[in-house]
């Protein structure tokens, strides 16, 4: 009897604001929420943004006078709505119109030597060979230079590239907790995997303890690594700098590191831990490992997630060279203006010039059904399946290839076979990929109206959230996870507003692709699919919460049933008591450094198990009787 993955918490941060309890998801469908749903989005966003103020009394202006929901949204809506999602690329991150770079210069004397002054600490050692010294009364030294030489100079230059999906306008996830040295990237980790970890409900101490020890996992990661000043961007630049690398430079800079921040400071975890990278599949490959590992039975509580900081000049600056990325001159020839709007950079299956590059940190905490129950944890969805493919040969390592056709549509039929086929014609939807690029518009609806025709599904409702949050890369599946979790809840499937209308050349016959909020009813199924580069395919099967409970009821017996009725409604309440705190400033970062430290000298090692100080249960080593028939 297979385990089923349910989803019993989940929470991060990207453009759109904070991802438990649905917040990011609001903001893309904003124009279709009630008006006290919509408020008290605004509200948050605008203490996150530092527009407005809070405390447990509520909501303050500036100068301290008190807010309602609908002042808010009257006097602040506008401002609040302009700091979030795909924007600008903001100061705080780089100059986009006078970014720092070396200019090279070829210096040629003329009518004689140059020559200057240099202290004696700024003397290189050895000299240039076209250097003459000699040292002045003063202990400094001219230099004479007889021969062209070549020198780097401070400048700036104009970067094409203008829009990128940052957290929300003045929301800095480095001063949530002591986050001294640390890159952008593992900042958002702990921020991102503390709301996850709060929205479940349940005390972690309570889940620990509920399980053996080597009964958790974390897979984590991402896939640029930290290419920050703090990682490895400024280990790698300190020698052209002039400066020293750091001794944190280069660990913290591994791509492993989120998870290792997840166990190390967060969890305090000693069981499995892993990190996948699958370029833009990242977040599913790692999904993948959590659900295998549930429904083996090896893992029965398992954080997933990625976080990734891309906004840098640098990797835009690569991503760039490949003709990747939308720039301000494409907009330009879209729109037929000079001044495009940014905001609408990203154009998922429209006229589009490349895609939004975008940071995000996305996390889910998984359950096995039996501990789900036990513990009267929420259910958000479940996640029963992901399929990855590879593309086979290729003439070139980013073309599109067979591997996506494969995953969609195994994807599809295990969702027929798990749900029925009425389930998947008439109550699904997919979370696309949509980069934003023109290859993709047309090759990824290929492949949508291709299997919708082979398993006859007509108008298959299809969602882009990259529209709104842009392509944060490793989390990029993450943000559409959250996304698709939100039209469980909102029944609503967000539309892409940031064109004016599907473009020509996209294969839609079977297809829904609307530039308005959708209304779906019984939404059941979400596929989540992502094509990476280098032909990392991937789809995921995300189950509504509806139809994980109806499947728990077949499971269990009416008496259970009603006591996880019962546990349910506190851990809702603690849940919920999170997010009002949340709303209101007091994100309560879990980041536990130098504390319950365990001392392995103290463990107690047997044959049979081993007891770990600090933690309630032993690990006991399984019985294994694999090979069993190929054994003397």
Known sequence: ?????????????????????????????????DAATRQETLAGLGVMTRIINANSDGFQDRDGNPLTAAEIEARYGEQILQATLIRRIEKTY???????????????????????????????????????????????FKVELAENCQVRVESTRDMPVKSAGQLPTNFDPG????????????????????????????????????????EIAVYAGNVMSQLDENGLGGMMQSRLKGGRVSAKQLPLGLNTMPADFVNAYVLGNVGTTGCATGACATFLYNLKMGIEAIQSGRSRVVVVGNSEAPVTQEIIDGFAAMSALGTLDGLKKIEGCDSPDLRRSSRPFGDNCGFTIAESSQFVVLMDDELTVEL??????????????????????????????????????????????????KHSMVHAHGSSTPANRVTESELFDRIAGAFDITDWPIAAVKAYVGHSIGPASGDQLVAALGSFEYGLVPGIKTIDRVADDVHGERLHISTTDTPIEQLQVAFINSKGFGGNNATGVIIAPSVVKSMLAKRYSPDVMAAYEERLQGVRERALEYDRAATHGQFNIVYNFGEQLIDDK?????????????????????????YQDMRD
């Open 175 to 214: 001063e949530l907790y002591n986050s001294r040295f640390h890159p952008r990237a593992l900042q958002m980790t702990i921020v991102g995997v503390s709301d996850a970890l709060h929205s479940v409900g349940i005390p972690w101490e309570t889940i620990r303890a509920s399980v053996n020890p080597d």
């Open 376 to 425: 009267g944890a929420q259910v958000y969805g479940a996640a029963t399946d992901v399929f990855i493919n590879a593309d086979g040969f290729k003439k070139s390592i980013s073309a599109p290839g067979p591997g996506n056709y494969i995953t969609l549509a195994k994807a599809v039929a295990a969702a027929r076979d798990l749900l029925g086929m009425d389930a998947v014609r």
């Open 94 to 140: 780089f100059d986009v119109d006078a970014t720092p770079w070396q200019q090279s210069l070829t210096v040629m004397p003329e009518a004689g030597p140059v020559s200057f002054v240099v202290s004696r600490r700024q003397l290189p050692d050895p000299l240039p060979a076209s250097w003459s010294v000699s040292e002045l009364p003063s202990g400094d």
């Open 602 to 626: 103290a463990m107690t090692i047997s044959d049979a198990r081993i007891t770990i100080p600090g933690l309630d249960k032993p690990i006991e080593y399984k019985a294994c009787d694999r």
């Open 1 to 33: 009897m297979s385990r089923l993955p349910i989803i019993v918490g989940f929470g991060g941060y990207n453009a759109a604001g904070r991802s438990s309890f649905h917040h990011g998801f609001r903001r893309m469908v904003i124009e279709s929420l």
